[in-house]
């Protein structure tokens, strides 16, 4: 009868020693920082989550209030909506606006305080849109009346001439509006040259796509879908650029011509 004999694995005792837990201080010298090891200090305490603010959207915007700066918390909060009723119709203000018009019925209905911060910001308010009048007012003469002077200097030096160009500046001394329709320095210059030029080079497409669809259709061949495409493709091309000059206030041209 033969009889069968059960061995340790060949690393039993290898695996078994790793794996021994040390005692004392020689447990913290012994421990060493690895894969899923991670620093004591670090680790969650038992009993605590590891996302006290949860994962819902409401939790990670009062997680995000309570790290944003004060300043930055409360232009957040006066730029938020607040619902009115104004009659039947309804509609949405700004926080600033809302505080400011219950500030002004406050006013009206007697009280000392709301009327005279009320007042306080009206005149503050208007002392500084008639500095901003004046500032751009005294911008448009002295580009008009020295710009000769200073075009005139720059170019006897070998300099490119001054920006911004008098044709791009307008007073409207009616309603008091400033208004700037070009670059104010080199670089927004360049910008514009670039804009122009694609524009300029679109549009010569566009014409041709389209006296090829004319000649075409005029011979009994309508256009092609592709030719289609392609024409639809240059005219978006166009209405982003005119999008740029429009979002800049700036014309399809650069004042003073070639020497601008």
Known sequence: MSKTFETDPPDADKESENHATPVGEDAADDYRVGYRRPPKSSRFKKGQSGNPFGSSRKARMRQRQLT????????????????????????????????????????????????????????????RKLAEVLEH????????????????????????????????????????????????????????????????NIMRAIEEQRADADECASQGFPISSKDLEFLSRLENSLGILDNALEKRGWLPRIAGGKEA
């Open 137 to 200: 007012y005294n911008t448009y003469r002295d580009c008009q009346d020295h710009y000769p002077a200073k075009a005139k200097a720059s170019l006897d030096r070998g300099r490119p001439l001054p920006l911004p160009h008098p044709d791009d500046l307008h007073f409207d001394y009616n309603t008091f509006k400033f208004k700037l329709t070009g670059p104010m320095n080199p670089d927004e210059l360049d910008q514009l040259k670039q804009i122009l030029e694609t524009r300029e």
């Open 68 to 127: 944003l700066p004060l300043v930055d918390l409360v232009l957040e909060n006066s730029q938020g909506l607040v619902p009115i009723r104004e009659g039947n119709r309804r509609s949405t203000i700004s926080m600033k606006e809302a505080l400011i018009r219950k500030e002004c019925a406050l006013a009206i209905q007697g009280s000392r305080l709301a009327l005279k911060s009320s007042l306080d910001r009206i005149d503050k308010a208007e002392q």
